[in-house]
């Protein structure tokens, strides 16, 4: 009686697993007329931004376009991308798309691929591999640069303030230690503020990319330095809860406020916000990778070289601009 | 005197006491603003305002969780999940399916009931693995620990729902008028019902009966069973409860983040105040000041400025200095190295 319980428990909880991800595509086998076939190895649906990203792919490589994608969610698990590329393999596609999901345990499966002679496009992030050679190239945000649109941004707002001699007091809301959005945009942004003395960073904290912890920790920020000129939070959902402390704290922020908001992403919510008056400014991270992965390959059937790395172009969004026409032409 | 201090310090709740105020102490020296509380919009504002609100989530998840370690000698490592998948539930009904909605489409109270529901439901659902099934706490709960979060996230269709209306901030901010946040007031309201209910029933002595030897509390006429399916069903609930304070906070159901590590947490919470995890006698209030004591260092932390990257060390020093404190082996070998050199003084002073 209790092993047949048990026994339907775990039938129950692989099922659960099944109807979480949803159904997986069923791969079309590749085609024998003119397309070019793509394999796509996507993360999963984990974020709207993940989203849009597929999205891109699947609006780029259409069959107008002389594509057929074959697209795979691997639910955020390495061995189903293992699994996928190899299927991709398989079917002998032309290109291989890939946005790991960790940055190490490839080197097998790619050998694989190179054996096949199908070259492997990463998408997003990075993969860990002794030999380069194993990928073509890479696509995606330089976060980096995104935190030093961000610098360069208030160095500008500044002056059109006239407060470009004013002591300026900063505090940073850092994303997860360790991510590399974290590091890239922590990094970007400093590089701008050792160019400004007059800029005075008074403290970073992480608050982990969520809204709940940046609250906390802006909570904590207001308290210990009463006079904050700036807040840089490294990504949007903190922002949210910075702006809700700093309210709760009766101060005010955005563009007729006190506290200046510096944020990252971009999403639509942060359109709204700053809408609302309450954000000043985001740093956009594309999602749309698919045309740059376009232009990669079409270069790639003329036999032309390649970067090693590719960045998708990315902007900055702020207050001065026409909000609601932009957040209406905008997929994510 | 001797007798006084003697009887001080054998009290229960002295140590988890000592290591609060330790915490707090180190407070006083380093950042003596700590204490400092002004009005501002009609509300109290100050660090220990922070730390008494910020932790509302923790003491009432730790309420929870001492019941499930004292009845069944196993910890609940689902109250997270639970706590997303009563923000989630909450959140659908209030929003009517919608990403982002600017009123309610149902009324407020459904979606406060709904998620009470839902977080019971887990619970009784974890309660009937441990009790019925025999399944051991951790393996039984570990099933919606993974998967509570898959069900929010099927919920929430993978998106973070807000509820942008202002009614929906009030459990997690302040009611107009009142100088405190709310989670305060439910935290207290919590502690206060379960210890009641504790006290003036049998309820209480039961649950360490049955956590102390459940096949003798049977034989005596204690159902072993229910009394376990009881204690891991209010779990969910207050899981629940928890999890509506945490969505109100956010005014939003983020299916990955709320609740994310707060079992750990609860679990330390627990210990810190004294409780054994291996079933039997327990202390509410022990693992209340134990919750307090976790935030009053994590805020404590922020307020000193610790970079992020090294938190998490000191936070382990502080851990492993107040379990060692409260480790029998440590105590016993202290009373020795003491008598020792008692006897030695009173040997030099002959």
Known sequence: MKKALAIALVALVALSGVFAGGAQESAAPAASDNLIVVGYAQVGAESDWRTANTQSFKSTFTEANGYRLIFDDAQQKQENQIKAIRSFIQQDVD???????????????????????????????????????????????????????????????????????????????QGTIGASAQIGRTEGFGNIVKTQPNWNMLAMQTGEFTQAKGQEVMESFLKSYPDIDVVVAENDNMAFGAIDAIKAAGKTCGPNGDIIIISFDAVAAAF????????????????????????????????????????????????????????????? | MNEKLKRITHYRLFLPLICLALVLLVNMIKTPTFFHLSIKNGVLYGYTVDVVNRASELV????????????????????????????????????????????????????????????TVCGAWNGFLVSRMKIQPMVATLILFTAGRGIAQLITKGQITYIRVESFKLLGANIPGIPLPTPIFIAIIVVLITSIVLKKTALGLYIEAVGINPTASRNVGIKSKQIIFFTYTFCGLLAGIAGMIATSRIYSADAN??????????????????????????????????????????????????????????????????????????????????????????????
């Open chain 1, 95 to 173: 290109y291989i798309v890939v946005a790991p999901v960790v940055e190490t345990g490839w080197e097998t499966v790619l050998k694989e691929a190179k054996d096949a002679g199908i070259p492997v496009i990463l998408s997003d992030r990075m993969m860990d591999v002794s030999d380069p050679s194993l990928y073509t190239c890479w696509v995606g945000g330089n976060f980096i640069k995104e935190g030093e649109d961000a610098g360069k941004w208030l160095i500008d707002y500044l002056k059109k303030q006239g407060r470009s001699n004013e002591k300026i007091n900063i505090v940073t809301l």
């Open chain 2, 60 to 119: 009432i998840l730790a309420v929870g969780m001492t019941l499930v370690v004292a009845s069944s000698a196993g910890t609940d490592i689902s109250v997270g999940a639970v706590m997303a998948v009563a923000g989630a539930v909450c959140c659908y009904i209030l929003s009517g399916g919608a990403v982002s909605v600017n009123e309610y489409h149902a009324p407020w109270i459904l979606g406060l009931l709904a998620a009470l529901v839902a977080g």
């Open chain 1, 272 to 332: 709204d916000s700053m809408i609302a008056g309450d954000m000043n400014v985001s740093v956009e991270c594309n999602p749309l990778h698919g045309p740059r992965v376009a232009e990669i390959i079409q270069k790639l059937e003329k036999g032309e070289t390649v970067d090693k790395i590719q960045y998708v172009v990315e902007e900055v969004f702020d207050t001065s601009m026409d909000l609601p026409a932009v957040k209406a032409t905008r997929l994510y």
């Open chain 2, 257 to 350: 983040n709320i609740g994310l590590n707060m079992e750990l947490d609860a679990i330390l919470a627990v210990a810190l105040g004294g409780n054994s995890l291996g079933g039997g006698k327990f202390s509410i209030s022990g693992s209340v000041i134990g919750a307090y004591t976790i935030q009053a260092l994590t805020t404590t932390l922020y307020a000193m400025g610790v970079s992020a990257d090294q938190i998490p060390v000191y936070k382990a020093i502080v851990v492993v200095i107040i379990v060692t404190l409260q480790s029998e082996e440590f105590n016993r070998y202290m009373r020795k190295f003491s008598a020792r050199f008692a006897a030695r003084k009173a040997e030099v002073a002959k």
